[in-house]
């Protein structure tokens, strides 16, 4: 089994069919991506600032952006991806909280209102990264009563499943980032689960493929190299 160093990430590449066919690349492109986090809501002070009373936005944006900094305003997201593309910027990877508390919050309400982001510049013309997914496995305790959950256990791989489910079943197909065909994820930190080994991957790729297409697959990523 391998373990994940703090540098690395792992991406899952998961196989999906669709109507409306989502951007693909080939695994011989060179492309851009970035994280995206959309947890901020000016209109309570929501992640605006730290415990310590510091700022929360660890780049502070510029003034004129802040009357819409919200997950809950589609200006927000229109915002954000038209400065992604301006930088070159392929594809953003929204982070995603899959506990029930973050989820009724703020990381499905954001995620829909992301998607009608989309919506809207996709109907004017006017162009947008796609989305892959940066599954923060930091809420995996969070959902598990505050215990590092097992990953190796079938109660541990439907919990790690149900994130990625719930994330792309909020996202519409055409919208997905692909590779190859196939919607990518990316995960952080090993720490938050006391183990895993490659049946969980396994176990992903077969629940994947029996409700969107063919079976996944699965690769390890450094993301200086993406």
Not at 79 to 108: H, T
Not at 154 to 180: C, R, S, T
Not at 197 to 212: K, M
């Amino acid at each position: 089994m391998r373990y994940l160093r703090c540098a690395l990430l792992t991406a899952f590449i998961c196989s999906a069919a669709s109507a409306q066919q989502p951007q693909s690349w080939t695994s011989h492109d060179k492309i851009a991506l970035t994280y995206l986090f959309y947890w901020y809501d000016v209109h309570t002070g929501f992640h605006f600032t730290n415990p310590d009373g510091s700022d929360g936005l660890t780049l502070h944006p510029p003034d004129s952006y802040l009357s819409t900094y919200s997950f809950t305003d589609i200006a927000f997201f229109q915002r954000e991806f038209s400065d992604m593309v301006a930088a070159g910027i392929d594809v953003a990877l929204p982070v995603f909280w899959g506990d029930p508390a973050n989820m009724a919050l703020w990381s499905v309400p954001g995620l829909q209102v992301m998607v009608q982001a989309e919506e809207a510049m996709a109907k004017a013309g006017q162009p947008a990264p796609k989305i892959g997914m940066f599954d923060d496995v930091s809420s995996l305790p969070v959902s598990n009563g505050g215990v590092k959950p097992d990953l190796t256990t079938m109660a541990g791989k439907k919990l790690f499943y149900g994130e990625i489910h719930n994330f792309f079943y909020n996202v519409p197909q055409q919208f997905w980032a692909m590779i190859d065909g196939r919607p990518i994820i990316v995960l952080y930190y090993s720490a938050y689960v006391s183990a895993y080994d490659q049946t969980v991957f396994d176990y992903v790729a077969q629940q994947f493929s029996r409700n969107s297409g063919p079976r996944p697959t699965s690769s390890e990523s450094d993301p200086g190299q993406v």
